[in-house]
């Protein structure tokens, strides 16, 4: 009998690679997502890579009676909870939508698995936390700004949420990932990233506009204080993201945390400038993209990328796949989904 891990948004971009990552080390996946911002059809994805189809169950987990009947039902060994609403934009348009659904589902879980003495969550978290850095690389260490948008006010608010938890729990421990910039897709291209609409962030839009579903893809600005003028990101591999959450989760199952609340920053450890990228892509699928420099877009910062020593030493984690093998994967996937691999 495998040992159940409940997946919470397991259809989404993040949690669908780690669904194929949990199911490749042994494990059993209930996913539970609303599909507000995904589709079933990944289902069948993960199928075609695993050979196993996860559990799965459509509702919001703002529910509290679904939320709790799932976990009378169900014997989990741990928790990953990605379910939540990350658009930046969109979260200082609708704030209240944001802090109602990110907060409340986070909590409605929180009670659930303390009603069942369900002890072990991996949070999925974003470097959104530390807003502009004063130093860089950035460790976990590195200060907790005020939040530059709703969708990261939940991240911080969520952490000290689970904080306070396990306080009051002293059995619960969890771990925190926090992500920096996480793109790619899986090799076989039955996964990746589905942006529903325009997407806001770079790689699903130079996807697209390589293969012509956008006319040009716009930069914003090239008079930030960097090398060609371009913001900077450390960009992650979304499999090696995936990977990283099977060691944190395995890390609580065994025991092996050293507090009952830990936070890793989930990064390669390099920066890349938005021109890099589109020079990057260029060279690794032969595709010439159309762009144009134009004004900045509000909000964004300058430069981060992470110090992943702490992941690395600590957790025996590393990011490995090359950024030109995951545009490359990225542009694959972005074939796949148009019928044209
Ligand atoms: C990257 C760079 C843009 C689009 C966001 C969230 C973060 C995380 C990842 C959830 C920036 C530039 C982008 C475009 C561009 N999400 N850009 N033209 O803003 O670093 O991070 O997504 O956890 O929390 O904040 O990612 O991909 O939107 O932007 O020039 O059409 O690409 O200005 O410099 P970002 P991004």
């Known amino acids: 009998?495998?040992?159940?891990?409940?997946?919470?948004?397991?259809?989404?971009?993040?949690?669908?690679?780690?669904?194929?990552?949990?199911?490749?080390?042994?494990?059993?996946?209930?996913?539970?997502?609303?599909?507000s911002n995904s589709s079933i059809e990944v289902l069948d994805g993960i199928e075609?890579?695993?050979?196993?189809?996860?559990?799965?169950?459509?509702?919001?987990?703002?529910?509290?009676?679904?939320?709790?009947?799932?976990?009378?039902?169900?014997?989990?060994?741990?928790?990953?909870?990605?379910?939540?609403?990350?658009a930046v934009g969109e979260s200082v348009a609708e704030p209240l939508k944001y802090y109602k659904n990110n907060l409340l589902s986070l909590l409605n879980l929180l009670k659930a698995m303390k009603s069942v003495n369900s002890q072990?969550?991996?949070?999925?978290?974003?470097?959104?936390?530390y807003g502009q850095p004063d130093e860089l690389p950035v460790?976990?260490?590195?200060?907790?700004?005020?939040?530059?948008?709703?969708?990261?006010?939940?991240?911080?608010?969520?952490?000290?949420?689970?904080?306070?938890?396990?306080?009051s729990f002293n059995l619960f421990k969890a771990i925190s990932l926090r992500y920096f910039n996480p793109i790619g897709a899986h090799t076989s291209a039955f996964i990746g990233e589905l942006p529903i609409g325009i997407p806001s962030n770079l790689v699903p839009f130079i996807t697209q506009t390589a293969i012509g579903e956008r006319g040009c893809l716009q930069v914003f600005g090239n008079d930030y204080n960097t090398p060609d003028g371009t913001c900077i990101r450390d960009?992650?591999?979304?499999?090696?993201?995936?990977?990283?959450?099977?060691?944190?989760v395995k890390r609580l199952i065994e025991?092996?945390?050293?507090?009952?609340?830990?936070?890793?920053?989930?990064?390669?450890?390099?920066?890349?400038?938005?021109?890099?990228?589109?020079?990057?892509?260029?060279?690794?699928t032969k595709q010439k993209l159309n762009y144009k420099i134009v004004d900045r877009r509000p909000g964004d910062i300058?430069?981060?990328?992470?110090?992943?020593?702490?992941?690395n030493e600590e957790l025996g984690w590393k990011a490995e796949i090359s950024l030109q093998d995951t545009l490359l994967s990225a542009w694959n996937w972005e074939k796949y989904c148009r019928g044209k691999s």
């Open 302 to 311: 300058e430069r981060v990328f992470a110090d992943t020593r702490f992941a």
């Open 139 to 167: 460790t976990e260490k590195a200060a907790i700004k005020k939040a530059l948008s709703p969708y990261g006010n939940t991240k911080q608010i969520s952490e000290e949420i689970i904080q306070d938890h396990i306080f």
């Open 235 to 248: 960009y992650i591999n979304v499999v090696d993201l995936a990977k990283a959450h099977v060691i944190a």
């Open 120 to 129: 072990n969550m991996v949070f999925s978290s974003s470097c959104t936390v």
């Open 1 to 35: 009998m495998r040992p159940l891990i409940l997946v919470t948004g397991g259809t989404g971009y993040i949690g669908s690679h780690t669904v194929v990552e949990l199911q490749n080390n042994g494990f059993e996946v209930a996913i539970i997502d609303n599909l």
């Open 255 to 284: 025991n092996k945390n050293k507090k009952s609340f830990e936070v890793f920053n989930l990064g390669t450890g390099k920066g890349s400038s938005v021109l890099e990228i589109i020079f990057t892509f260029e060279a690794a």
């Open 48 to 86: 075609k890579i695993t050979k196993r189809r996860p559990l799965f169950y459509q509702f919001d987990l703002c529910e509290e009676n679904k939320v709790n009947n799932f976990f009378k039902n169900h014997s989990v060994i741990a928790v990953i909870h990605f379910a939540a609403f990350k």
